[in-house]
Antibody, heavy 117, light 107 residues
Framework: EVQLVESGGGLVQPGGSLRLSCAAS????????MTWVRQAPGKGLEWISY????????YYAASVKGRFTISRDNAKNSLYLHMNSLRDEDTAIYYC??????????WGQGTLVTVSS | DIQMTQSPSSLSAAVGDRVTITCRAS??????LAWYQQKPGKAPKLLIY???TLQSGVPSRFSGSGSGTDFTLTISSLQPEDVATYYC?????????FGPGTKVDIK
């Protein structure tokens, strides 16, 4: 069974840092591109970052570029999002997604990040 | 960057009604367009990719069409379980932007 389990969310002060993890199981993690998508409370979906299978291609949304870093460890079947200089507007549920927009698209249940003093 | 818009932002329809949601890209994206359904408290679910290809397991009352800049998602006969917010998303090139969403409920 395919599973994506996000962790690492929580309450952090503005300007702080956090690292999100996504543990993958039930499929060959190294064969799939991965994406982070977030959703602020009561708002729509926001695509924030993409990483290819071998990490040769990485993209960021303008809203997080320079502050967030996506990475993966194929040996550990894990995806990461390192978040620095956090702002109030980064408060959201963060979803880990396999193969976004493709027939093997699969989403985790998300982890909540709250940025507040 | 290419902007995605959707209309309407919300709609209310009766069970059995035909429902159409429109998505527009500010520049052409060929058919690199996906549709997602999100129910409250749940992760989004892919309905359609490549503008018109139905994801496995999705009921056939859902269909998608369009190419270039204009796309539509149609629910041929609205069911109570279709109450949700629907998002389009472009994936021809980064950023892989989502539309603002269309909230669908039952009249």
């Amino acid at each position: 069974e395919v599973q994506l389990v996000e962790s690492g969310g929580g309450l952090v002060q503005p300007g702080g840092s956090l690292r999100l993890s996504c543990a993958a199981s039930g499929f060959t993690f190294s064969s799939y591109s991965m994406t982070w998508v977030r959703q602020a409370p009561g708002k729509g979906l926001e695509w924030i970052s993409y990483i290819s299978t071998s990490t040769t291609t990485i993209y960021y949304a303008a809203s997080v570029k320079g502050r967030f870093t996506i990475s993966r460890d194929n040996a550990k079947n894990s995806l990461y999002l390192h978040m620095n200089s956090l702002r109030d507007e980064d408060t959201a549920i963060y979803y880990c997604v396999r193969a976004l927009s493709a027939d093997e698209d699969y989403w985790g249940q998300g982890t909540l990040v709250t940025v507040s003093s | 960057d290419i902007q995605m818009t959707q209309s309407p932002s919300s709609l209310s329809a009766a069970v059995g009604d035909r429902v159409t949601i429109t998505c527009r890209a500010s520049q052409g994206i060929n058919n690199y367009l996906a549709w997602y359904q999100q129910k409250p408290g749940k992760a989004p679910k892919l309905l359609i990719y490549a503008a018109s290809t139905l994801q496995s397991g999705v009921p056939s009352r859902f269909s998608g069409s369009g190419s270039g800049t204009d796309f539509t998602l149609t629910i041929s006969s609205l069911q109570p379980e279709d109450v949700a917010t629907y998002y389009c998303q472009k994936y021809n090139s980064a950023p892989f932007t989502f539309g603002p969403g269309t909230k669908v409920d039952i009249k």
